[in-house]
């Protein structure tokens, strides 16, 4: 009766394991998908911070062509004056629009439409999503803030230009007196922890 009843249980018994069995494989499985997906959301926060910082570096160095390109006193202190924490620099198109050689410009006028300019493609404004009236800017940086500091009066010597914009990603904060733009006001977290900064330093002559 004993050896019956055991043959009649193993079934069930071989049934039982079994269904533990997939239900540790689903366990593991769910485990895998959920750490591939938790991997390609890293890699892609960092894809997207690479090509931010490549974007920022393009335009600091966008930024110190054209004050070169426009040099003399009265334009770098122009650039020195109405630039600090560039977001959108006065909005309005300035006039002239000094976008062609055919628009006669002088040194000034050709600084104020540079950081026009400027902020437009900090901004992004030179790929857009037009969806009815809604218009978002794509081609830019993420809530960037620039800054570009020289000798007072436009004097030849050293002209930085720094860039801060927020990264989705954070990291541990770390103050630095020299890229101090826009640092600790909150903007960025409360310990600047989402700050990214780029910055460019070349000598100009005026």
């Known amino acids: 009766m004993t050896t019956s009843h055991f043959r009649a249980m193993s079934p069930r018994f071989h ?3 079994s ?6 494989a689903v366990v593991i499985v769910s485990l895998g998908v959920l750490s591939v997906v938790a991997l390609q ?4 926060r960092n894809n997207l911070d690479s090509q931010q910082r490549t974007i920022a570096s393009q335009l600091a160095f966008d930024m110190i062509e054209r004050m070169r390109g426009n040099g003399g006193a009265n334009a770098l202190t122009v650039y020195l004056n109405e630039s600090p924490h560039i977001v959108g620099y006065k909005n309005a198109q300035p006039a002239p629009a000094c976008s062609s050689e055919a628009t006669l410009c002088n040194t000034v ?6 950081l026009w300019e400027w902020a437009q493609n900090l901004r992004g404004a030179s ?11 794509v081609g830019g940086l993420v809530s960037p803030f620039a800054c570009i500091e020289g000798p007072i009066g436009g004097t030849s ?5 720094t860039i801060a914009w927020r990264s989705s990603l954070s990291l541990p904060a770390n103050a ?7 640092q600790g006001t909150g903007l960025f977290g409360d310990a600047d922890e989402f700050r990214r900064v780029m910055q ?5 002559t005026n």
Do not use: N
């Not at 959301?41 to 892609?44: A, E």
């Not at 790929?127 to 800017?137: R, T």
């Not at 630095?176 to 826009?182: G, R, W």
């Not at 460019?200 to 100009?204: E, H, K, L, W």
């Open 127 to 137: 790929e857009q999503i037009i969806d009815g009236a809604q218009v978002d800017l």
């Open 157 to 161: 010597g050293f002209y930085t230009v």
């Open 15 to 17: 049934a039982g394991v």
């Open 41 to 44: 959301l890293v890699s892609k």
């Open 200 to 204: 460019v330093r070349a000598f100009i």
């Open 109 to 114: 006028e050709t600084a104020r439409f540079d």
């Open 19 to 24: 269904l533990i069995e997939v239900l540790v």
């Open 176 to 182: 630095d007196p020299a890229l101090a733009c826009v």
